[in-house]
């Protein structure tokens, strides 16, 4: 039997039925495979494959045209998860015609069934055209990577009252415009525990402590296949880079000693 299919809507009522929301990344159709097959309920095609996929420094340079590529290879790999697209930077910043068009593009050719965007109240009314127009939209608050020139750096954001006055008041205002759910990323537990008890839809955490409604963590940092840095928040459930590795240098050495391939893997 064919597993239920999980709808926005449903990741809204999950939250209502106090059952908490497990959410991955995934660029490609093979991991999307893996993840869905492992019961993932949100697979999100982030754009920090734009530093896990393609090695760049930040998230900022990855393209809509880029994002669609990824967006349309994991959407082959799924059939049960929620699958969400990631919008870039400048994707959606400029003008709501720009994004309602950059949007529909995800849902059109790249196969998404929602999209995600960084920003609260600047971004609301842009959210809530995407929203009329069908597309359900994920919020992002916190430390929102695509902002990271103007933070100076990967810090945890929402330290002070004030901060998480305005995080409340950004959140708010995402639910107003009918997003349907709110990452959460690098701020205290306390302040994510005020935001999730403020708004019904569901908060999905990043470094946001326990109290968030789901978890939302980059698949290659929890496999420890991105070696480059591994944030406090990670948590590693594989050392896969090491294996790779170990496999991959044995492969070399069976070649270089001809002991691969023998006669069985002979025509
Ligand atoms: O780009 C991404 O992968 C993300 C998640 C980590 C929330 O935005």
């Known amino acids: 039997m ?8 449903i990741i809204m009522k999950m939250k209502r039925q106090g059952e908490k929301i497990a959410a991955l990344t ?34 900022i340079p990855i393209t809509v045209d880029e994002m669609i590529y990824h967006t349309k290879a994991a959407s082959r790999g799924v059939k049960r998860a929620l699958l969400v697209a990631d919008m870039p930077f400048l ?21 998404a069934e929602a999209v995600k965007m960084e920003g609260g109240e600047a971004i609301a009314e842009t959210a809530n055209r995407v929203v009329n127009a069908g597309i359900p939209v994920m919020g992002h608050l916190g430390l929102t990577p695509q902002s990271i020139n103007r933070f100076g750096g990967y810090k945890v954001q929402a330290r002070t009252e004030q901060d998480v006055a ?13 997003v349907f759910s709110i ?26 402590g326990p109290h968030c409604d789901g978890q939302i963590l980059v698949t290659h940092d929890i496999l420890g296949l991105f070696e480059k840095f591994r944030p406090k928040f990670v948590r590693v459930y594989a050392e896969m880079g090491r ?16 002991n691969f391939p023998n006669q069985d893997e002979s025509y």
């Open 26 to 59: 995934a660029y490609d159709y093979l991991m999307a495979l893996f993840l869905d097959d492992a019961g993932i309920d949100i697979i999100l095609v982030g754009d920090s494959g734009a530093m896990v996929f393609a090695g760049y420094d930040s998230t």
């Open 2 to 9: 064919e597993p239920k299919k999980i709808t926005a809507p």
């Open 91 to 111: 994707s959606f910043q400029v003008s709501t015609e720009d994004a309602l068009r950059n949007a529909g593009r995800f849902i059109k050719e790249g196969g």
């Open 183 to 208: 990452v959460l990323e690098k701020i205290p537990a306390a302040a994510a525990k005020k935001v999730t008890e403020k708004v019904n839809i569901p908060t999905i955490g990043i470094g946001a």
């Open 243 to 258: 294996e790779i590795r170990e496999a991959c240098a044995r492969y070399a050495e069976d070649v270089k000693l001809s």
């Open 166 to 178: 305005k995080l409340i008041t950004d959140a708010i205002a995402l639910e107003q415009a009918g």
